[in-house]
């Protein structure tokens, strides 16, 4: 017997339903097959989680994004055939097969840059850059073009599908009554949104439940982009914890740290932090010994230097990496503390608490003046002056064509700079050559080493400007009175097994450098991270100040050793004593050994599961109160 029309429309619907769920699968394993090397080798368990797992993600997602048809749910179905509602209903299923495919394809490749699912906030990324988002996104086109085919494909079998099923021809044929369409409305009303929400449970399906299903280093793969986007947006940047009472707070864990010296440094240093774009403790031969390296500069100059051996970036992105480092704020909310809602508040930096000792002060970028709002930034962090790409004063041959001024010459402008600042002065250069699309200057190709990513040739050729720099900074007359501090905003894309897991994947290279202090050199296995870099400087000056800063001076033997961040949605925290944390902000905490491939960490402390998750949350609760708040500077 055949089936009737209304029969065949729901197994219609039925197999659209089912065949875009398979499209998202498709792709959650396209991401899993374009970055193995990031994820541990699965056993059949794990990845049958993944992807049972990722169907519930999926199905979630799927009515979320339908919930746009509810309105037409009510129309009655003879008007929904009519023409003007064809072309709504047409454009409306367009939109939600791209919204479905678009951001999830684009992960398959943005992801190995982030390590972590793109959410919301990178409309707000892509705002600060309005100079270079168009060359960017063109270069990244045609460095990537087969995945562009590749959504092309999936799309038009989205177009294929919808025409066979959700936009038959033959459906039109259907005759309904509104009395018995109205409840079927209603019906898949309250489906959808009770699908969009996830769960039965009092508690609706979230992000960080992806941790719950294969653990935490496979939770990219669980859930999908357009989740995470849709999740994320409007959310709050932070709320008010109250874990512990105002009283007990400070005794579980404080920003506060108070620098007092009985004597004062009577000729103050000069201070230059340079920040080298997405150099990575795997590039770093002084770093691994036995593995290919690109930083043959840096391994010559840290025989000179105190080398941090087990350091870490907070976060994946410059945005997390540069307030971290420079005013000791970790990047523990959705989005960057720049470009937050907070980004008005009060802020210590390095600047701001060496200006009160009567240092002048400048940050050095090469790219286009107000990217990623790091001026705005500077000047919040106490920089007396910003030079960037307007401020440069060389060839137009020394621009990129899309970032900015390529490292050397930009360098090489800085140290010219510095010799006209009052001493003592602080000075902070991010460089920038080192980042997608990886150009080097055309009369410089065919130099350097390549490797396993294009990014090693760039790596190579930032290390080479550093040599230059330093080669011109030692004719100076303030190159001995000078601390220079060496290290990373962030890691970049990884290729050895080594540094693939959490954190590993967040090791990068910190150095100080003192040419006036042969004492100041050797090996450090301190723990340490980049919110650690503020009060370090302030005890090694011997600074009698008061600063908040979420990290510990690396000098202090006495301090709590730990690096926290923020991934996936998920806190993460690494101890002392190689325990790893995962803390859903919420009730879920687990806690896991950690070892990492190479370099020998400080094991002596070693704290208990119940320990760390105090430790955990206080430093989240003082992060989040004392932001919303603006509690940022000194009492």
Not at 172 to 184: D, F, H, M, S, T
Request: proline share 5%; hydrophobic share 40%; charged share 15%.
């Amino acid at each position: 017997m055949k089936p009737s029309l209304q029969l065949r429309l729901l197994i219609r619907y039925l197999i659209y339903f089912s065949a875009v769920l398979l499209l998202i699968t498709l792709v959650r394993l396209l991401l899993w097959a374009f970055n193995t090397n990031l994820f541990n080798p699965a056993t059949a368990k794990i990845f049958f989680n993944v992807l049972a797992g990722g169907w519930l993600f999926d199905f979630s997602t799927f009515c979320m994004v339908h919930l746009i048809f509810i309105p037409l749910l009510f129309v009655p179905y003879c008007l929904l055939n009519k023409k003007g509602f064809r072309i709504v209903r047409s454009i409306l299923m367009l939109f939600a097969g791209f919204v479905l495919l678009a951001p999830n394809i684009i992960d398959v490749i943005y992801y190995r840059f982030t390590l972590k699912r793109t959410t919301f906030d990178v409309f707000s990324f892509i705002g600060t850059m309005e100079n270079e988002i168009g060359g960017l996104s063109l270069r990244f086109l045609v460095d990537f073009w087969y995945m562009f085919i590749v959504f092309l494909a999936l799309f038009f079998g989205y177009i294929f599908l919808i025409r066979r099923t959700v936009l038959n021809k033959t459906n039109r044929e259907i005759a309904v009554k509104y009395k018995y369409q109205l409840p079927v409305a209603i019906v898949f009303t309250g489906l959808l949104i009770l699908g969009g929400r996830g769960s039965l449970d009092m508690r609706p399906l979230g992000i960080m439940h992806a941790s719950r299903v294969a653990g935490p280093e496979y939770a990219p793969l669980v859930v999908n982009s357009t989740y995470t986007i849709i999740k994320t947006y409007g959310k709050k940047d932070l709320e008010k914890k109250d874990w512990f009472s105002e009283k007990d707070l400070p005794g579980v864990f404080s920003p506060v740290h108070y620098y007092y010296s009985e004597t004062d440094t009577t000729q103050p240093l000069n201070v230059v932090i340079i920040i080298s774009e997405s150099l990575s403790a795997e590039h770093c031969g002084f770093l691994n010994g036995g593995m290919k390296s690109y930083t043959p500069f840096l391994d010559s100059l840290s025989r000179q230097c105190l080398v941090f051996e087990n350091m870490y970036a907070n976060g994946k992105r410059s945005l997390d990496g540069i307030p971290a480092l420079i005013s000791g704020l970790p990047p523990l909310m959705r989005n960057p503390f720049v470009t937050s809602m907070y980004s008005g508040n009060d802020i210590e930096g390095v600047a701001r608490m060496l200006g009160d000792a009567g240092y002048e002060s400048a940050f050095f970028h090469g790219g286009f003046n107000g990217t990623m709002n790091f001026d705005g930034y500077a000047a919040a962090a106490g920089y007396n002056q910003y030079f960037g790409k307007d401020e440069f004063t060389g060839p137009e041959s020394d621009f990129d064509g899309r970032w900015g001024i390529f490292d050397e010459p930009f360098l090489q402008f800085m140290a010219a700079k510095c010799n006209t600042f009052k001493q003592p002065f602080t000075t902070c250069v991010f460089t920038l050559s080192a980042h997608h699309p990886y150009t080097i200057p055309d009369k410089l190709k065919g130099k350097f080493p390549t490797g396993p990513k294009p990014i090693l040739e760039t790596i190579a050729y930032a290390d080479y400007a550093l040599g230059k720099f330093f080669e011109t900074a030692s004719g100076t007359n303030w190159y001995k009175n000078t601390l220079f501090i060496i290290t990373a905003d962030h890691t970049s894309e990884l290729y050895s097994e080594c540094y693939t897991s959490v954190p590993s994947n967040h090791s990068i290279p910190m150095l100080w450098f003192y040419p006036g202090d042969s004492t100041l050199k050797g090996r450090s296995k301190t723990l340490c991270q980049q919110t650690d870099l503020l009060p370090s400087l302030a005890d090694y000056l011997n600074l009698n100040d008061t600063i908040i800063a979420f990290g510990n001076s690396v000098f202090d033997s006495t301090s709590e050793r730990f690096v926290i961040m923020l991934n996936d949605m998920v806190y993460q925290m690494l101890t002392g004593g190689l325990q790893l944390s995962d803390f859903d902000g919420e009730s879920i905490f687990r806690q896991s050994d950690y070892r990492k491939c190479s370099g020998t960490e400080d094991i002596s402390i070693i704290g208990s599961a119940a320990q760390n998750e105090r430790l955990m949350k206080a430093i989240i609760q003082q992060f989040n109160n004392r932001t919303i708040s603006n509690r940022l500077t000194k009492p």
